[in-house]
């Protein structure tokens, strides 16, 4: 399969793998697109004490 100048087929199923993979990404996002079940992000990230000179 020489297309575009690439002969290796382990490198078109790189760029199949990548692409199916957008396209599922987009379909999930399209599917959960402001569902029901939402809930607030809690940060993972813990706020510094503030101590009191």
């Not at 399969?1 to 999930?28: H, K, N, R, T």
């Not at 510094?48 to 000179?53: G, H, K, L, W």
């Amino acid at each position: 399969m020489l297309v575009l100048g690439i002969e290796d087929p382990q490198i078109w199923l790189a760029y199949i793998a990548s692409i199916l993979s957008a396209l599922g990404c987009l379909i999930y996002g399209a599917f959960h697109w402001r569902s029901e079940e939402d809930q607030p992000v809690k940060s993972s990230v813990k706020k510094p004490e503030v101590q009191d000179q």
